[in-house]
């Protein structure tokens, strides 16, 4: 059974930092492409970054480019999204994902809070 | 970026009968390759998303058939036949043809 543990969430203040982590199991990690995925409170889903199966290709929504940095550890089954100068407007659930454009792949996380206020 | 427009908004429906959702996309999802990547999200109160529909119309595994996917290009649909009680939620398209991948706005089902 495929799972995804996020944690890392809580309370900081704006321009602070803050490590989400993910912990994967049942599946092999180091196969796929890896997602976070965040949800601000009562709002839609954004897609943040995608990461590629031996971490050489990321990408990033504009709005977090430059600020955020996703990362993995094949050899911990872990994705990481470490999250600099954040924002009001970063408060969100954060989920971890792991799905397939092309085929019935398609796994979340419970997702961690993140919360950006002074 | 894509931008992916959803109607209606609110969908309240009567358990039994059919419903369905639009979903429009600024510019074809056609990719290089000849796939469209347009998938189907549920989330239901207080639970993490789910897929529901990848690649316009095929059903992710454990999916009830009573949801359909269909469209081409930039106009698609999400069909339930039969409503039922666990089906209340909020429903997203999501192209993933394009980076960045963009969601529509959500369109939230509710029992009259």
């Known amino acids: 059974e495929v799972q995804l543990v996020e944690s890392g969430g809580g309370l900081v203040q704006p321009g602070g930092s803050l490590r989400l982590s993910c912990a994967a199991s049942?599946?092999?990690?180091?196969?796929?492409?890896m997602s976070w995925v965040r949800q601000a409170p009562g709002k839609g889903l954004e897609w943040v970054a995608n990461?590629?199966?031996?971490?050489?290709?990321?990408q990033y929504v504009d709005s977090v480019k430059g600020r955020f940095t996703i990362s993995r550890d094949n050899a911990k089954n872990s994705l990481y999204l470490q999250m600099n100068s954040l924002r009001a407007e970063d408060t969100a659930v954060y989920y971890c994902?792991?799905?397939?454009?092309?085929?019935?792949?398609?796994?979340w996380g419970q997702g961690t809070l993140v919360t950006v206020s002074s | 970026d894509v931008v992916m427009t959803q109607s209606p908004l609110s969908l309240p429906v009567t358990l039994g009968q059919p419903a369905s959702i639009s979903c429009r996309s600024s510019q074809s999802l056609v990719y290089t390759d000849g796939n469209t990547f347009l998938n189907w999200f549920q989330q239901r109160p207080g639970q993490s998303p789910r897929r529901l529909i990848y690649k316009v119309s095929n059903r992710d595994s454990g999916v009830p058939d009573r949801f359909s996917g269909s469209g081409s290009g930039t106009d698609f649909t999400l069909k339930i036949s039969r409503v039922e009680a666990e089906d209340v939620g909020v429903y997203y398209c999501m192209q993933g043809t394009y980076w960045p991948w963009t969601f529509g706005q959500g369109t939230k089902v509710e029992i009259k």
């Open positions: 994902v792991f799905l397939s454009r092309g085929s019935s792949i398609d796994n």
């Open positions: 049942g599946f092999i990690f180091s196969n796929y492409w």
């Open positions: 990461i590629n199966q031996d971490g050489s290709d990321k």
